[in-house]
C-alpha cells in the first residue's frame, strides 16, 4: 500500500522559514510527477509547487523565489523550502503524487494527510 506522509509544518512568524518534507513509502514502480498543494480556511486547494522526474519544476506566482522544491529519486522524498514566509501562506500544505505500482500498470494519484503551515507574530 502507497503512502505519503507529509512533516515539518508549524508555527513561524512573518519572514521565517519551514522545510517540508514528503515520504512516499510502499510498493512503488516509478513516480513521475510530484507536487505541494495548500488550502487555507474556506478557500480551494491550490497548487504550490511541483516537479517531475526529470526535474523540471513549477511555482505559483504567490510563491516564486521564496519557495524551491526538491526531490530525492533514491529515497522518494519531496521537499519544499519556504523562505520569507507570510501569514497568507497560512494553509494546510498536501503532498501530491502520481506513482506507478508496476511497470504496465496505470499512474495513479496519491495524497498525503496534510502539515499545518501557520505564519503569525
Known amino acids: 500500500q502507497v503512502r505519503l506522509v507529509e512533516s515539518g509544518g508549524g508555527l513561524v512568524q512573518p519572514g521565517g522559514s519551514l522545510r517540508l518534507s514528503c515520504e512516499v513509502s510502499g510498493s512503488i514502480f516509478s513516480i513521475n510527477f510530484m507536487g505541494w498543494y495548500r488550502q487555507a480556511p474556506g478557500k480551494e486547494r491550490e497548487v504550490v509547487a511541483s516537479?517531475?522526474?526529470?526535474?523540471?519544476?513549477y511555482y505559483a506566482d504567490s510563491v516564486k523565489g521564496r519557495f524551491t522544491i526538491s526531490r530525492d529519486n533514491a529515497k522518494n522524498m519531496m521537499y519544499v523550502q519556504m523562505n520569507s514566509l507570510k501569514p497568507v501562506d497560512t494553509a494546510a500544505y498536501y503532498c501530491n503524487a502520481h506513482i506507478k505500482v508496476t511497470d504496465r500498470g496505470p499512474s495513479l494519484v496519491y495524497w498525503g494527510q496534510g502539515t499545518q503551515v501557520t505564519v503569525s507574530s
Open positions: 516537479i517531475i522526474s526529470g526535474g523540471n519544476t
